[in-house]
């Protein structure tokens, strides 16, 4: 019913920049919220940054100033622009997109497959 595709990841030298992008597409009748979450070896999944239709942000604490998220909801796509990036940030990313379809009465969460970025020399 609702495919999420996500790019956008690569290897990028510590205080690099990258952007990652992220489109919805399917039986969508509207996205409430769409957002980025990481996952690093050994680590439990962390929130990065959400967006809401109205363009209400949140940001993880450690990438606040570093990280802005954006939402063209025309496309149904989100872009998480990532500066000064750090080792820490290696991780994968999972774009989620809470989404009301014309399939289903209530919003339901969906998922990338993933995508790596790692930041090293």
């Known amino acids: 019913q609702v495919q999420i595709v996500e790019s956008g990841g690569g290897l990028v030298q510590p205080g690099g920049s990258l952007t990652l992008s992220c489109t919805a597409s399917?039986?969508?009748?509207?996205?409430?919220?769409m957002g980025w979450y990481r996952q690093n070896q050994g680590k439990q999944s962390e929130l990065v940054a959400t967006?809401?239709?109205?363009?209400?942000?949140n940001y993880l604490d450690f990438v606040k100033g570093r990280f802005t998220i954006s939402f063209d909801t025309a496309n149904n796509t989100v872009y998480l622009q990532m500066n000064s990036l750090k080792p820490e940030d290696t991780a994968v990313y999972y774009c989620?997109?809470?989404?009301?379809?014309?399939?289903?009465?209530?919003?339901?969460?969906?998922w990338g497959e993933g995508t790596l970025v790692t930041v090293s020399t």
């Open positions: 399917g039986s969508i009748f509207t996205i409430l919220r």
């Open positions: 989620n997109a809470f989404i009301l379809t014309t399939l289903t009465p209530r919003p339901n969460h969906y």
């Open positions: 967006i809401t239709s109205g363009g209400t942000t």
